[in-house]
């Protein structure tokens, strides 16, 4: 049977709670799929309004496009 310490508890949580700055390229994976799904089949002309929901989405996350 293995014993948890505290200080190994606390040593996880902290792990947990420390936030690594968000990629771009993994910021809005909803909208970043069906954009990118769009331009394949239908070329980027046609999806124009998919684009800006993922750049807003992107904006709104604090990257600056």
Do not use: Q, Y
């Given at each position: ?29 909803e909208t970043k799929k069906v954009r ?25 996350l604090g990257f600056k496009i």
């Amino acid at each position: 049977m293995s014993t948890i310490s505290a200080a190994s508890v606390e040593a996880v949580a902290v792990e947990g709670t420390e936030k690594k700055p968000l990629k771009p390229c993994c910021a809005c994976p909803e909208t970043k799929k069906v954009r990118d799904a769009c331009i394949i089949e239908k070329g980027e002309e046609s999806c124009t309004d998919l684009i800006e929901a993922h750049k807003d989405c992107m904006r709104a996350l604090g990257f600056k496009i």
